[in-house]
């Protein structure tokens, strides 16, 4: 018999990160690249993660990956915590956790063929080797759309497109849980960046992976994203179901940034909202709230006062003025 609906417990996340920070110290300062940031990512589920150049997005992926060092915070993945573990533990636990660059040329070896640049991971972790080998490469090249003569080539005789399609296949190689997708379809022509997005949502119903989606292109992470965090100065000022952030957002600097994705009917007419001044520095972080000298709706209390990301499970925002 079944347990029933009302007394099953919840499936622990995937991936539970809680308080993580990255502070790198410059000549003149300190800068927080990543200040407390917490969140929980399900097995099979996409998070988007949204923010300007400089807002700490790239950094909080190579943080969860433990790639860099925190200066605080835990990562937890599968009920392990990363950051306790030694180099063998972490290595052997690197195999289902892989990175998908922004840049797909740069991120592959141009001195290597297809075939062992898919297979490089297949060889660390002592997963096959020989007729065996081939014969995963050739599997994960088809499953990104590849056909198996591409092993034979290099990165420098393939498209963009394709040469993105074979970052993909080397972190599908060793089947794993989660993927931290760093900007991988920025570097791409419009017509490409879908095909990749809808290969991407393909793998994920097929295999189950979860997606730690890193963008600033708020379409794209629509599209693909179940839950969608906005980063500003290194912390997440609002998190989100999807759907309900689209609809209804409530931090300014979210607002801000939807009024700037260009509509898709030619008829509708969007208000867009301005942005006082530049993003400050990471290295002076204002006092407060760190988005309220760009606010237009800021208050004494936020010029002062931290404000806590709050709300719901399906909404937190960390705002005085406009709460969940």
Do not use: W
């Not at 965090?229 to 609809?247: H, P, T």
């Amino acid at each position: 018999m079944s347990e029933p609906a009302a007394e099953r417990t919840p499936a622990a996340p995937l991936l539970s990160v809680r308080d993580l920070a990255k502070h790198f110290p410059v000549r003149g300062g300190v800068v927080h690249a990543v200040d407390g940031v917490s969140f929980d990512l399900a097995a099979g589920e996409t998070l988007g993660i949204v923010g300007e150049s400089g807002s700490g997005k790239t950094t909080l992926g190579r943080l969860v990956l433990r790639l860099i060092e925190p200066t605080r915070g835990s990562v937890v993945f599968a009920g392990r915590d990363l950051l306790s573990l030694d180099r063998r533990a972490l290595r052997s636990a690197r195999r289902s956790m892989q990175l998908v660059f922004q840049d797909p040329f740069g991120a592959l070896n141009p001195r290597l063929t297809i075939g062992a640049i898919v297979g490089e991971g297949l060889t660390i972790h002592a997963l096959a080797r020989g007729a065996a080998l081939r014969e995963r490469v050739a599997a994960a090249l088809a499953r990104v759309g590849l056909r198996p003569e591409v092993a034979m080539r290099y990165p420098h005789e393939l498209s963009g497109g394709q040469r993105q399609r074979v970052g993909i296949a080397r972190a599908l190689a060793v089947e794993p849980r989660l993927i931290v997708a760093d900007e991988p379809v920025s570097a791409l022509d419009v017509s490409i960046q879908a095909q990749i997005v809808n290969l991407l949502q393909d793998l994920q119903q097929a295999l189950g992976i979860a997606y730690l989606f890193i963008a600033h292109d708020l379409r794209v992470v629509e599209h693909i994203a179940r839950r969608v965090a906005i980063m500003y100065l290194g912390r997440i000022v609002e998190l989100a179901d999807s759907q309900i952030l689209y609809a209804t957002p409530r931090h300014p600097y979210t607002r801000a940034l939807l009024s700037a994705v260009p509509a898709i009917d030619p008829g509708e007419r969007r208000e867009r909202i301005r942005l006082r001044g530049e993003a400050p520095s990471p290295i002076t972080v204002p006092s407060g709230c760190p988005f309220h000298p760009r606010c237009a709706a800021a208050e004494a209390r936020c010029r002062s006062e931290v404000p806590a990301l709050l709300g719901s499970a399906d909404h937190q925002v960390a705002c005085h003025v406009f709460p969940v």
